[in-house]
């Protein structure tokens, strides 16, 4: 049993507490540690399925059920208005797979070696879908910027402001960010997959499990996660105010992280593994599928979930951060190389947003 389903005694407990009313800043800590376990379940099932599936079908499992549990959580968080804390977690995702996640694979596999190779064209591949994804996501802002003369702040409650020319705007985009991943999976799955080809060196033990056990077992994590996921999103606003912090941080680092922890824990490994391309794939495509795909199904999905339209307009902390996550990630796997002084740089350049995020 891997140690993250350790963490598993977390879920009776949150459900406990939620039941006794107990103080939102324990429902909510419970919440989130049972999360991981449950994401991580998720997770296992997906990658025996895509084992099971050939690396075709395979990798279109995978990047289907990927960012599945981040999903569900923002669905729930768009059903109960909180569209500021689903804005802070797509960006909280983002940042923390280029700076977190890959900065953390590069220190952990870089440490007793002088550097590490990957595949420079797939990297750079990813990169450019990162930062597509990344201008794509800001460029809205600039229309509220036109239109409001400056950008919304942290603590505001901006869709009222928003007018059907923003609305309107954020869902074309949407689509057209959702047409750019369709087409990003022909290239990676199809076209261009010799590049992109973690399923024949993550697990050892792929393919372990039978179809129908898989599917059980992803209907069973799916599940867990739904119902966490409204415990989670159920406390955030007490426990916000209750430990004196904003929704926005809760959002951006805690949210963002619980939901995808497990695929974070395996980036590692790999790269200590001394597989350091498919560190950068996990990592950086993570992020690129966040952007292409769940934050405009959320976006879209907005128009029928919560109270208004969610559109694509982020506060200047967000854009900065997006901003700073996509040209270090572009900067530091342009030659194809790794070092474990460049994975403490990506890390630095997190505590340091989590800083100011934390202080807005």
Known sequence: MRPVFILGVFIPVAFALRLADASPEAVFATSALG????????????????ARSGPGIGGLVNVTFGNAPELIIAIFALADGLQEVVKASLV????????????????????????????????????GMLMLTVIALVLPS???????????????????????????????????????????????????????????????????????RSVSILAAGGVLVALLSDVLVGSIEHAAASLGISQFFLG??????VGNAAEHYVAVVVAVKDKMHLAVNISIGSSAQVGLFVAPILVLLSFFVGPTPMPLVFNVYEIAALLGAGLAAGALVSDGESTWFEGLQLIALYAVIGIVFFAA
Do not use: C
Not at 35 to 50: C, K, Q, R, S
Not at 159 to 173: R, T, Y
Not at 252 to 257: D, K, L, Q, S, Y
């Open 35 to 50: 999360m991981v376990p449950a994401a991580a379940l998720m997770g296992d099932a997906t990658e025996e399925l895509a």
């Open 142 to 212: 600039t229309l509220a910027l036109a239109h409001h003369a400056g950008l919304p702040g942290v603590n505001e409650i901006r869709n009222e402001h928003f007018d059907h020319d923003i609305q309107k705007a954020s869902l074309a985009i949407a689509i057209v960010l959702i047409a750019t991943y369709l087409a990003g999976l022909l290239f990676s799955l199809r076209t261009h997959r010799d590049l992109f080809n973690p399923s024949a060196e993550s697990g050892e033990q792929a393919g372990a499990w039978s179809v129908r």
């Open 252 to 257: 951006a680092f805690v949210v963002a992280v």
């Open 92 to 127: 909280g995702s983002i940042v923390g797979n280029v700076l977190l996640v890959l900065g953390a694979a590069m220190l952990a596999g870089g440490i007793g070696r002088v550097r590490q190779h990957f595949d420079r064209t797939a990297a750079q591949t990813q990169v």
